[in-house]
């Protein structure tokens, strides 16, 4: 039987603790009130349980400083925009499968 998937969005700081029980969040790097870094700091400084959720960056930024820097804060997966969706879902799998393990 395929695994489905419950599509959480955060809209705003108050609803940062949702962000709690998640098992991954998909990031994008350039968000309407903050950037994508910020965000990604606060999970990755913010509690025990953040910094163990895997991110996956969402851009359309081709430079290699951002992958870099995506590197180096230990994001799972850079992924750029535009994107096959089979392609997302099949990172998504990994990802939450290397979660439960």
Do not use: C
């Amino acid at each position: 039987m395929p695994r489905t998937y419950r599509v959480l969005s955060v809209e705003d700081d108050d609803d940062q603790f949702a962000l709690l029980r998640i098992a991954l969040n998909a990031l994008p790097l350039t968000l309407p009130d903050m950037r994508g870094w910020e965000v990604l700091d606060w999970l990755k400084t913010n509690s025990e349980v953040t910094t163990k959720i895997p991110v996956v960056m969402l851009t359309s930024h081709a430079e290699t400083s951002h992958r870099v820097i995506a590197k180096l804060q230990e994001v799972a997966e850079y992924v750029r925009k535009p994107f096959a969706p089979d392609d997302f879902r099949a990172k998504v799998r990994g990802l939450l499968k290397i979660a439960d393990e």
